[in-house]
Nanobody, 126 residues
Framework: QVQLVESGGGSVQAGGSLRLSCTAN????????MGWFRRAPGKGREGVAS???????SYADSVKGRFAISKDNHRNTLYLQMNILQPEDTAIYYC????????????????????WGQGTQVTVSS
């Protein structure tokens, strides 16, 4: 069973940066899709960024130009580099994986995934 463990969350001032990591216990190079989601206080789950096995990436409009998703298959680790952080980026961030394709869902749609990490808190102060 695939397990995902996030790390790298924390508190930062507006304009700062953080890098989130997500380590999998399996061979990530074969995973069809991986992504990052977040849930802000009082809001629903939001897709932030995704990356397919062929390297194609997608981003939510709210983070384009500020966030970057990448993965290191040798380390079985997914990353989310977050720059120019704003208070509205405050949320619990979750890593997700779809080792095989599930339906025809977009990479930013939670229904595309079947494995989730436990989440890591990111707090941005103004």
């Amino acid at each position: 069973q695939v397990q995902l463990v996030e790390s790298g969350g924390g508190s930062v001032q507006a304009g700062g940066s953080l890098r989130l990591s997500c380590t999998a216990n399996g061979n990530m190079y074969s995973y069809y899709l991986m992504g990052w989601f977040r849930r802000a206080p009082g809001k629903g789950r939001e897709g932030v960024a995704s990356i397919k096995s062929d390297g194609r990436r997608s981003y939510a409009d709210s983070v384009k130009g500020r966030f970057a998703i990448s993965k290191d298959n040798h380390r079985n680790t997914l990353y989310l580099q977050m720059n120019i952080l704003q208070p509205e980026d405050t949320a619990i961030y979750y890593c997700a994986a779809a080792p095989v394709a599930r339906g025809n869902w977009d990479g930013l749609d939670f229904r595309a995934y079947d494995t989730w990490g436990q989440g890591t808190q990111v707090t941005v102060s103004s």
